[in-house]
């Protein structure tokens, strides 16, 4: 069973910065794939971003409310999701998710077995 707390969270203003952290506990951290995901209120939960198990590959999709940058440390068992040029569009909570076997696309939130409580991003006008 695999443990994934997500922090760094918060209020920032439009045009800013966040990074968020997710660490990982009672698995084996290089043979997760990791992704994040946001749900904003009133809406379904959405892929940001993804990275395989050494972090040489990422997955990712043209977002016009931010900039995002998924990275990994295995020797910390931590993913990381940079954001920038953050719009208010960009408001949502923010979900660590993984899974140790891949049996669909990693864009999509049926493919994690394991999802952390979220950390909740709010980007001000």
């Known amino acids: 069973q695999v443990q994934l707390v997500e922090s760094g969270g918060g209020l920032v203003q439009a045009g800013g910065s966040l990074r968020l952290s997710c660490v990982a506990s009672?698995?084996?951290?290089?043979?997760?794939?990791l992704g994040w995901f946001r749900q904003s209120p009133g809406k379904e939960r959405e892929f940001v971003r993804a990275?395989?198990?050494?972090?040489?590959?990422?997955y990712g999709i043209h977002s016009a409310e931010g900039r995002y940058t998924i990275s990994r440390d295995n020797t910390k068992n931590t993913v990381y999701l940079q954001m920038s040029s953050l719009k208010p569009e960009a408001t949502a909570v923010y979900y660590c998710?993984?899974?140790?076997?891949?049996?669909?696309?990693?864009?999509?939130?049926?493919?994690?077995?394991?999802w952390g409580q979220g950390t909740e991003v709010t980007v001000s006008s």
């Open positions: 998710a993984a899974t140790a076997y891949v049996r669909r696309s990693v864009m999509t939130a049926d493919a994690y077995d394991y």
């Open positions: 009672g698995g084996t951290f290089r043979d997760l794939v």
């Open positions: 990275i395989s198990e050494n972090g040489r590959d990422t």
